[in-house]
């Protein structure tokens, strides 16, 4: 199962922490990727990066919806 998380300037890395708390819960259960997903994008949430680069060291496993343009 692959679940999508909004990181931003906003809400930081708050529903990362939680969404990973519930992963190692259900670990026994189900098998559960988290993706890290930008959704203000890099270039109007200028901390975003920082933010995903965090997220990816905090145990997320893919990052996703980023715009090569």
Partial sequence: TRTHVDVD????????????????ELKDLIDIQVVAFAQS?????????????KSLDMGCDLVGGVDPA
């Fill in 9 to 24: 300037s906003v809400a930081k890395t708050k529903a990362v922490e939680a969404v990973l708390e519930a992963k190692e």
């Fill in 41 to 53: 994008g890099f270039f109007v949430d200028l901390e975003s990066e920082s933010l995903i680069r």
